[in-house]
């Protein structure tokens, strides 16, 4: 399911106190793919995800979410099927969590839209299933976890819904490098089971080796909308305007690229970039310490 | 919800910002309790006057005031259609089956329209140019002597000054935890009233396990950094009268007596 922006403005406030944070928004998620938005803080990225499941209104243009628009005069009561079909996480989702089990807790969104609770149930088990929370686990209050297992169970209370787009905002922020890495891996499994993913985050490098598309704000503006592949080969200046770091292979190819290496496509890993490097290096002028080698390179 | 105006602090420069906030709390406390006792038309215009010069000495927009009112408008009117159509009386002004009005009903709803609206403003007026952390050492100071009769003063403030730092974390967190809930499908607008109140409890909860955790986490902080006790502590920065209280303490003086000679004359 796409998502449409266009035209979006948005202030908070009204009158003369009106803070303008949203200016002429025009985008498009595009359906069974990852978009990740990028941009400096107070850029406005979490403002405009709130847009995408009407948590926010616009206050000009519309957002076009499937075949509902919504717009600032639409009713709080028409909002409900917005939100079952897009999925949004909070930074720190584990602040939602209330109910008095884990399993209750993630059968709190099914049920509001419409679930009855035998179909609650199963959703919200196969969420939990998805998310790695073990059985023993379900019926514990969502108290008693651990932070990490906190974070789990929120995921799996928005993944219950079952909705057709997710919202992700910074939602690696406080995990150990494991736990990030399951997570980038439930996003490529969302894709793969061909929901439309949108990722707020300031990891570059997650965002090239995920995204199909790169949103970047700059002062509540869209400063450019790419492909990963595209928007990495720009020049350093440009992402210095835009206070947004390189990934660090991408960074390491440009610096070699100003000593005369060449690179055919981006790296887009760190073995990526070790294979391209290795083509170019012309190994008979190369003198490797003995310690890094072990000897094996002394043809 | 930042658009509340009431008890919000707006830094600014004028004239009543460098009135010490001792001196601010007593007046606000005495310009309210006599405010009771106003019931002629000259005892309201003479605190309404007192007030406008309060107003003017902040010196912030009347837009500002305004919108302080809106929030409370409801209230008013609901006061307001409380005493129209239930205070006795004669004349009868207007009468639709059970509903009359009387000249006394009218007239002691305008009293209490200006009541209310002269106490919210001054009280605005006050938490206005007075940062919280101001509000809360003045009742210290003021309730010092207390403690002859062991009111454990000190901790009383350092509870209110504390409590008052939670205010806008707390206004934060509510938005966050509101989004997060509305977005698994959370509906505070729709529904019966049974099904309404119940629907808060996801938000409640969140609510009160995050104040919870946060207390915790402060009391924590507190005692590793050596917090013993609230008496006898120095503070960063120290209250103390100039000129200006003792301008603000005339021009009351003043308002006391005339308001009390006018009360006098009735
Ligand atoms: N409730 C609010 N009222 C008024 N202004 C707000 C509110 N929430 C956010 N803003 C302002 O909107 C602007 C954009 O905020 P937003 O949270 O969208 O930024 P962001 O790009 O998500 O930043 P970050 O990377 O730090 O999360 C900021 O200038 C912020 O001060
Ligand atoms: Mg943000």
Known sequence: MAINIEGLSFHYGAGKNAKQILDDINLTVEAGQITAIVGQTGSGKSTLVQHLNALLLPSGGQVVVGDQVVTSKTKEKALGPVRAQVGMVFQFPENQLFASTVLEDVMYGPKNFGKNDEEAEALAKEALIQVGMKEEFWQHSPFDLSGGQMRRVALAGVLAMDPQAMVFDEPAAGLDPKGQEELLDLLQELKAAQKTVVLISHQMDQVLALADQVVVMQDGRVAAIEAPDQLFLRDRQWFLDHALDLPEPVAFAKDLEDHGYHFDHLPKSVTDLAEQIKCQVDWDRVTMPNSLTGGDRDE | ?266
């Not at chain 2, 460098?18 to 000259?42: E, G, Q, S």
């Not at chain 2, 955790?213 to 050596?226: H, P, S």
């Open chain 2, 1 to 266: 919800m930042n658009n509340l105006v009431i008890g919000q602090f707006i830094p600014g420069k004028a004239w009543l910002y460098r009135v010490d906030p001792r001196t601010k709390i007593l007046v606000t406390v005495v310009y309210v309790f006599l405010l009771i006792f106003a019931n002629t038309w000259p005892a309201y215009a003479l605190a309404t006057l007192f007030l406008a010069l309060t107003l003017v000495l902040t010196g912030q927009s009347l837009e500002l005031y305004w919108r302080g009112i809106k929030p409370v408008m409801w209230l008013i009117i609901f006061t307001v259609c409380l005493q129209l159509f239930f205070t006795g009386g004669t004349p009868v002004l207007f009468h639709w089956q059970f509903l009359k009005i009387t000249l006394p009903g009218l007239i002691n709803a305008l009293y209490v329209v200006l009541r209310f609206v002269l106490i919210v403003l001054m009280s605005t007026a006050l938490t206005l140019t007075t940062p919280p952390t101001a509000i809360a050492s003045a009742i210290e100071s003021l309730l010092k002597p207390l403690k002859a009769i062991k009111v454990p003063v000190a901790e009383l403030a350092l509870m209110l000054s504390i409590a008052l730092r939670f205010v806008p974390l707390l206004m934060l967190e509510t938005d966050k935890v509101m989004k997060a809930q509305k977005s698994r499908g959370m509906s505070l607008s729709t529904g019966s009233l049974i099904k309404r109140s119940k629907a808060v409890l996801p938000l409640l909860i969140p609510l009160f396990i995050g104040a919870l955790q946060r207390a915790l986490d402060l009391a924590n902080a507190m005692e590793v950094r050596g917090f013993e006790s609230a008496d006898n502590r120095t503070r960063y920065r120290v209250l103390s009268f100039s000129k200006q209280d003792l301008v603000a303490a005339l021009g009351t003086g003043l308002f006391v007596l005339l308001f009390i000679g006018l009360l006098w004359i009735n």
